[in-house]
């Protein structure tokens, strides 16, 4: 726990922190893929980001995760995505939410789509000068943890069959937050844990493959790796939600000076996301393996087929209660309160609900 303690610190400077901890995409180096083309978008481009944005940018730079397969991959490729906001787009991969809060301050970043809610919420804590403006996907049961079926650990014996084990995940962000929360709620002495932070999910899941750590804690395709080779979960992801009270979800952020100068991007960006999470929906079989390419995979697996993972809130449910309109800044405290109890992290002090800007999704419906 002292290994803990001593790198959580960097928390504050949120170097660790990560956003939707993939194996595959944690592994991937930052680059720029443009994405001019051609308009041929279909369905998508009908609706409220027909018109594209009407701005004086050049380019966009947006964030995202590389093997993190969403609908707006569906115009990433061939510029319809681009086409539908009205600025050409750079597509840039990044390793971690973290990572993309300090792009973002930089100014080298305008949007981060599909952000960790954790990560985020860090930065803003430390002072960050950012906005919450949207929920990308939600995804429960795509991020967890994974233990040694050699263990036979249960709900009911983990207190005991987990004492002393090595626990690997990445630092800072939900992953590290509902592992934290899991292990509190079983009743495991999280000070006899030995908690190794993860390089990424790959180097999670081969460790775990090894038998080098007892559980590992990833996202998405590290998840099923660990499952493959002689893993199973503790809790699910529906486990978490019901029994824990933990929704895991990302989200679209932007530099709050970059919003006020150009609020028809932000806005027709979230339009056209909502217009291309609404092409997927229509028909996944078409555009599944459209997606995949764009993200780099041979199919989507169960993050868009199968017992599906991700789900994408409407423009109108991202205003309402559940989200933007009251639980996403209590969500965001709770994270920082709980990383600073059991983790060793800043303590909370960032003025949370006012990082939630809704201007930009009530501009876009």
């Known amino acids: 726990m002292k290994k ?13 922190a990560c956003g939707s901890d993939d194996g595959t995409a944690s592994e991937s180096d930052s ?62 991969p990044f390793a971690s939410g973290g990572e993309m809060s300090e792009a973002m301050l930089a100014g080298d970043v305008d949007i981060s789509y599909s952000q960790g809610l954790t990560p985020f919420a860090g930065a803003i804590n430390s002072g960050a000068d950012l906005k919450l403006v949207g929920i990308a996907v939600s995804y429960s049961e795509a991020d967890n943890c994974v233990v040694q079926d050699s263990l036979g650990v249960t709900r009911d014996n983990a207190a005991e069959t987990l004492a002393g084990a090595t626990v690997m995940t990445p630092f800072g962000n939900v992953t590290h937050y509902k592992m934290l929360s899991m292990m509190e709620f079983l009743g495991v002495d999280l000070d006899g844990l030995n908690i190794v932070q993860a390089e990424g999910g790959a180097t999670t899941a081969a460790a775990f493959e090894t038998g080098d750590i007892d559980v590992g804690c990833a996202f998405g395709g590290s998840v099923v790796n660990m499952l493959d080779n002689g893993g199973s979960l503790i809790m699910t992801g ?41 092409t997927w929906a ?71 609900a006012g990082a939630v800007d809704t201007s930009y999704l009530e501009a876009a419906k």
Do not use: C, K
């Open 4 to 16: 803990l303690l001593a790198l959580i610190a960097v928390l504050g400077l949120f170097a660790a």
């Open 31 to 92: 680059g720029s893929e443009s994405a001019e083309g051609s308009s041929e978008g279909g369905e998508a481009e009908e609706g409220d980001a027909e018109e594209g944005a009407m701005s004086d940018l050049d380019e966009l730079n947006v964030a995202y995760f590389a093997e993190w397969p969403t609908p707006n991959q569906i115009g990433q490729a061939d510029g319809s995505f681009a086409d539908a906001v009205g600025v050409p787009i750079n597509w840039i």
């Open 238 to 278: 529906a486990e978490h939600e019901s029994d824990i009270g933990i929704f895991t979800y990302d989200i679209i952020s932007i530099p709050t000076a970059f919003g006020e100068a150009h609020p028809d991007v932000v806005s027709s960006f979230l339009a056209a996301t909502d217009d291309f999470n609404n």
């Open 282 to 352: 229509s028909d996944p079989e078409t555009n599944n393996p459209i997606i995949a390419a764009a993200a780099g995979m041979e199919d989507v697996g169960n993050f868009l087929g199968g017992p599906v993972w991700f789900a994408f809130p409407s423009i109108d449910e991202q205003l309402g209660s559940d989200w933007l309109g009251g639980n996403v800044g209590t969500a965001m405290q709770g994270q920082v309160e709980t990383l600073a109890r059991l983790g060793g992290g800043e303590a909370a002090n960032g003025d949370f």
